[in-house]
């Protein structure tokens, strides 16, 4: 987990490249992948960015990582708030009312899933499944079952360790 000026950073570093969840800020893509490689497990590029919703805070750094050749992954709603703008939230009393512009091509997901979606890659079945009562209604928590680990995006703002001994 990287923390930084937005939403915290979840990332799967291995063999067949990073998967990171969110990326913050476009002034900020630089030092992301900067920290991902200081890490010193691969020297690949960042494949996968997947968004747990639209905001800023979480959707800043799509352009950058997709002109660096990632793949943005998000739920339809976050794409179709991406691209025509407007006043944000979810209607159901998730999230303060804002008014956003509309995203640059660049930053726009280009693949999207309505339910939900896995990414496998390093050994790990990434799954993404929407929430659509969350924060807003494009919501997804991304779950990394053999890690067991799980980025809620801003549908929970805590870091709690979920794991169990045995």
Same mark, same amino acid.
Request: aromatic residues 8%.
């Given at each position: ?19 990171? @969840? ?127 680990? @799980? ?5 929970? @703002?805590?870091? @709690? ?6």
């Amino acid at each position: 987990m990287l923390e930084g000026e937005g939403g915290n950073i979840a990332a799967s570093i291995g063999e067949d490249g990073i998967v990171i @969840v969110d990326d913050q800020f476009a002034p900020l893509a630089k030092k992301i992948q900067a920290s991902l490689k200081s890490l010193g497990i691969t020297d690949k590029p960042v494949r996968f960015v997947i968004n747990t919703h639209y905001h800023g805070d979480h959707t800043g750094g799509n352009a950058p990582f997709s002109d660096a050749g990632s793949t943005v992954i998000a739920q339809d709603n976050v794409r179709k708030r991406m691209a025509s703008g407007g006043t944000g939230g979810n209607g159901s009393g998730g999230s303060i009312h804002f008014e956003h512009k509309p995203a640059e091509k660049a930053a726009l997901p280009i693949i999207t899933f309505e339910h939900d979606m896995t990414v496998h890659l390093n050994g790990e079945d990434i799954r993404a499944l929407h929430f659509p009562a969350g924060h807003t209604d494009g919501d997804s928590i991304i779950f990394f079952p053999k890690n067991n680990v @799980v980025h809620m995006g801003d549908d929970f @703002v805590r870091y @709690v360790d979920f794991r169990l001994s045995m």
